[in-house]
């Protein structure tokens, strides 16, 4: 057992309520833009892009506070910039067309997608449920994959795709969160 890898599943388990957080928003995000099926363009801009800002941002939280426990805190830092950064190129340009917001989500659900599954893989030893979160980087991955092979569909069909996803990662994050919360009560 490293002992950095120990540190960092501590530094989970006790910011668990953070992966809870995204999992609500990803969850909330996903629901809204269910029951709004006619929304805008313009409005899936604006609440994508403050959905990855709001990611990023407790993803850069989550390095800060880790990265005395572990040597590989900028992998969770990586993570959360790349949030921001997507959220931040959403905002600057909300007249952005179908086409390239869906290259922005491809690439973001892809480059954070394979941060989860290396934080999963690192923390295998340390915590239970780490099938959760390779899980949930897996379904980033594919999502991402799937939306640049498949630029095509319309803005309708990205639309259930992306709630659909985000219900689901929001679910996995979820349930992650209480896993690793409860490793914490059983620790103390």
């Known amino acids: 057992m490293h002992a950095a890898d120990e540190l960092l599943a501590a530094s989970l388990s006790r910011n668990w309520w953070i992966l809870l957080l995204r999992g609500l928003a990803a969850i909330t995000f996903g629901v809204l833009t269910w029951l709004l099926p006619a929304i805008s363009l313009a409005t899936l801009v604006l609440i994508f892009g403050a959905y990855a800002l709001a990611d990023g941002i407790l993803g850069i939280w989550s390095a800060i506070q880790g990265r005395k426990a572990s040597e590989d805190w900028?992998?969770?830092l990586l993570w959360g910039l790349a949030g921001v950064g997507i959220g931040i190129l959403t905002f600057l340009a909300p007249t952005i067309t179908a086409l390239v917001l869906l290259f922005y989500i491809a690439a973001w659900a892809i480059v954070t997608g394979v941060f989860e599954?290396?934080?999963?893989?690192?923390?295998r030893k340390e915590i239970k449920g780490e099938w959760l979160l390779i899980l949930a980087g897996l379904a980033s991955i594919v999502l991402g994959v799937l939306l640049m092979a498949f630029p095509g569909p319309g803005a309708l069909?990205?639309?259930?795709i992306i709630a659909t996803y985000a219900i689901i990662f929001g679910c996995i994050?979820?349930?992650?969160?209480?896993?690793?919360?409860?490793?914490?009560?059983v620790r103390m």
């Open 157 to 160: 069909a990205l639309l259930w």
């Open 117 to 123: 599954v290396i934080t999963a893989i690192r923390l």
């Open 74 to 76: 900028w992998v969770l």
């Open 173 to 185: 994050l979820v349930l992650l969160a209480f896993r690793i919360r409860a490793f914490d009560t």
